[in-house]
């Protein structure tokens, strides 16, 4: 009498984990492993760049073992998208609007906003990896700005990439990295 009953259950569980599956990533243009997507992966824990031209990206699928953590083992610098400490997955650009890579609709962004005269600058900013902790400095760098370092403070190395970054919503370090960084804020 219980047996016909743990059948049915194992059919519902069954499908009900493929209606899962298929729910937990729908089919979209530009996200899939199809098209305008990219895999890439930390082979061995060790660095791995691959190489596009996007000011930013988004991890879609994870194809690794190892947690993928952004900004602490993936990132997108102006050298690419970079996968660090066996991460690995397939990866978007994000920000794509209608037209493709950009802000959107519009000649400045979604509803044609634009920053007010003055917002391009160059700036100073200190940022340190305390207890070589992960730690994001928040500063609005644009769509075509630029960091650099300016001087290092900490004994640890200060490599891009891998302990220090930047992407528009600011500059982050890790493991120890500690500098003032030349921030070019730029709208275009």
């Given amino acids: 009498m219980f047996k016909p009953v743990a059948v049915a259950a194992g059919m ?3 499908g009900f984990l ?8 729908p089919p979209r243009p530009g996200a899939g492993p199809d098209r305008d997507s990219v895999r890439c992966e930390s082979k061995d824990y060790r660095l791995n760049r691959c190489n596009v031209d996007w000011r930013d990206g988004r991890l879609v699928r994870q194809t690794s073992s190892s947690r993928c953590v952004r900004g602490q083992n993936w990132g997108v610098d102006r050298r690419g998208l970079w996968v660090d400490r066996g991460c690995g997955g397939v990866f978007v650009e994000a920000g794509r609007g209608p037209g493709g890579p ?4 519009g000649p400045g962004g979604p509803g044609g906003w634009q920053p007010g005269p003055g917002w391009d600058g160059d700036f100073r900013l200190t940022c340190q990896s305390n207890d070589f902790r992960y730690r994001m400095c928040q500063i609005d760098i644009g769509p075509g700005g630029r ?3 300016e001087r290092q403070l900490s004994e640890t190395a200060c490599i891009e990439g891998r302990t220090w970054g930047f992407n528009r919503a600011g500059v982050w370090v890790d493991r120890g990295c500690a500098a003032v960084f030349g921030v070019d804020r730029r709208w275009r």
């Fill in 147 to 149: 960091v650099r370092i």
């Fill in 102 to 105: 950009g802000p959107g609709p």
């Fill in 18 to 25: 493929l209606a899962t599956a298929a729910d937990a990533q």
């Fill in 12 to 14: 519902i569980a069954g």
